[in-house]
């Protein structure tokens, strides 16, 4: 009922917009999967990562949204990122920087009121001499690397820091950090190996809160919470864990137009390199929707789409403005240039998308084009 709603609503704005895709942004379920994850968390605080521009989803919506919740630290991973946000948001709401500073952003960034998450030392003396140069005080978080390999604080730039932290530079630490590799894994044994860094580095800087678990890591255990959760991909709707039923609810669907239908006999070549050719007499529906639009290339000949519940598989291979589908499985005539088929719905979720072009939820998630209508849903459900 909800999606025949939505469908036609989507039908109006077919004319309107005209647009041949709809993605359709549910803020209302990104605010209970909030709320679902402060319940797991508290005392515990949960701060929201809207990097990529909120997985794609529209970053300013969706931080006002969680801000609304009483989110107030908000993860970019690009300064460029954290310029944009900043004047969405009031000023309680913290802005930081996961991959630290480039050399040169320092006055700009201080002057935002943005937090740089520092990585190394080398970072650490920009900011410390940026702080002296503005005579004030400015506040950083410190990451550290507890066996990712990529950002953060090596183990051999430790001591070195605590030296620098001991005489103050002018920087206010406000929390240090870092972040899992295998928090999706529950019995991965990466999780307990960096937990136990984890506890060294606690040691080593004491009195000093700790941010520490992604969306998946919010699943793995009180120990790894700190205070501060970073969880992204489950506040979108993708699943925190693999292999366990997928405790978020959807806040993506995406509905896209049929642009073409035709009959073809048995032996026809459907695509690009005819790399599929009909065993049968086949219905095939051409949608508005291509690897431009976030649909991964591999998809051709391994993914579907759905009518009505209907599976429809995809035949050949995805173009860049286009998919191909077999409809034989539906009545003669069901879809006419317009109607609408799920890509991402009630049928089909990130995950499902996400195993048949062989990638992860993120990679369909921040693929999503900009060549869709994109409507914002805000109402509670009743
Ligand atoms: C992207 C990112 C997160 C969020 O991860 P999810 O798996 O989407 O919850 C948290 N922390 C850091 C450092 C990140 O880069």
Redesign the pocket.
Known sequence: MDSDILVSHARTATIMQGATGYLTIDLAALGRNYRKLLSMLTPVRAGA?V?ADAYGLGAERVARTLYAQGCRHF?V?QFIEAVRLRPALAQDAQIFV?NGLQPGNEIACAEMGVVPVLNSLAQWRQWSAAARALKRCLPAVLQFDTGMSRLGFPSEERAELAAALRDGGNVEILFIMS?LAS?DETDGEQNGEQLAEMACIAEEFPGFDISFA???GVFLGDAYHGVLA?????LYGGA?NAGTENPMEPVVSLDVAVVQTRAVPEGTKVGYGGAHVTHRETRLATIAAGYADGLPRSLSGRGAVYFKGIRLPIVGRVSMDSITVDVSALPEGALTLGSLVEVLGAHQTLEHIARDADTIS?EILTGLGDRYHRQYRYLTKS
Do not use: C
């Open positions: 990562v990097k993860f991973a996961l972040h928090a992604n969306s998946g970073r969880p992204g991909i489950a925190p993120y």
